[in-house]
């Protein structure tokens, strides 16, 4: 059915003309972030560029970017435009846009890509595959141990967000093994999170993969430094938001992995029979400027095995 298709050009036509590249193609894509974040900006760039490398440039499918507000409802509109025009495919970045197309379709191949832990999540479905964002919680928190012996750690998260919870419940797993307890911090939005981690009478914290979190995350890590309290996360833009450990997924390789995933679908491939691919390239860094914040001493070994020192 074309109908759609010309749709979808109608509804986009004011934004790729003014980019001069509204031409028809043969297959469309439509791509969902989860939030307006550096980690899937960068991902997405990486997605298209390794697509047009495995023959799918814009001569063969028209791309469409939705960065929704980071709540339900914008997750719901932005995937049900692409549903009802009948991508080819849809590309969604991050959990909560991932399961919001797979709860508006179920004939349409869905590819996501920065989801921690897709079987926890519950993102594989017989129409989806995609690439799971998901390294060692344990070596992030012993790590962190390392740097600070704390014991109370305040873990921010977003009961939204599917994967947000899921980082929540893994902290939680290894809370006894290396000797602390968790505070759990509920917030919907960096500003909630700001004033309950002030409140929160930990000596660390820990910042899940929430968009409607790390959108404002420089303020939650300031909030947390005026308290003495170090920070940590497994992604990477939230790294340079101020926190003083990182251990994250190349932003670049989650795209050009999902990029593999969808040209294998757009050359006839089925979703059902693509594996979840999995991080190779994973970065831990160390911000020593936020150490001497709070009056921390970085070991060595934390330092020579950091892959990126910010200073």
């Not at 969902?32 to 974040?37: E, K, P």
């Not at 920065?114 to 790590?143: A, E, F, I």
């Not at 797993?173 to 930990?202: D, H, P, R, T, Y």
């Amino acid at each position: 059915m074309r109908l759609g298709k010309t749709a979808l050009f109608v509804f986009f036509a004011v934004a790729f003309w003014a980019s001069g590249v509204a031409h028809a193609a043969d297959k469309t894509v439509g791509v969902v972030l989860t939030g307006d974040l550096a980690r899937y900006r960068e991902a997405n760039k990486a997605f298209q560029s390794a697509l047009a490398k495995a023959g799918f440039d814009q001569s063969k499918v028209q791309i469409f970017v939705q960065t929704p507000n980071p709540d339900a409802m914008s997750w719901t509109n932005s995937v049900r435009k692409f549903v009802g025009v009948e991508a080819d495919v849809i590309v969604a970045f991050g959990a909560p846009a991932t399961l919001a197309a797979l709860k508006e379709t179920s004939s349409i191949p869905v590819v996501f890509s920065y989801v921690y832990d897709p079987d926890s999540c519950g993102v594989k479905r017989h129409n989806s595959t995609g690439v799971s964002s998901k390294v060692p919680m344990v070596t992030l928190l012993k790590t962190l141990k390392s740097i600070t012996p704390f014991n109370k750690l305040a873990v921010i998260y977003n009961p939204g967000e599917k994967d947000s919870v899921v980082q929540l419940e893994d902290v939680k797993k290894n809370a006894a093994a290396l000797g602390f307890q968790v505070v759990e911090v509920s917030a919907k939005s960096s500003g909630e999170a700001k004033g309950k981690v002030a409140k929160s009478g930990a000596d660390c914290v820990y910042i899940t993969c929430s968009a409607a979190v790390d959108m404002g995350a420089s303020g939650v890590v300031s909030a947390a430094h005026k308290g003495k309290m170090p920070t940590a996360t497994l992604e990477d833009d939230v790294a340079d938001a101020g926190v003083l450990l990182a251990l994250a997924p190349s932003a670049s390789e989650q795209g050009e992995l999902a990029a593999k995933q969808v040209a294998k679908i757009l050359k006839g491939g089925s979703p059902s029979e693509q594996a979840v691919e999995n991080p190779k390239k994973v970065d831990l860094v160390v911000n020593l400027k936020a150490a001497g914040t709070l009056d921390l001493k970085v070991p060595f070994d934390v330092l020579n095995a950091a892959t990126r020192v910010i200073k």
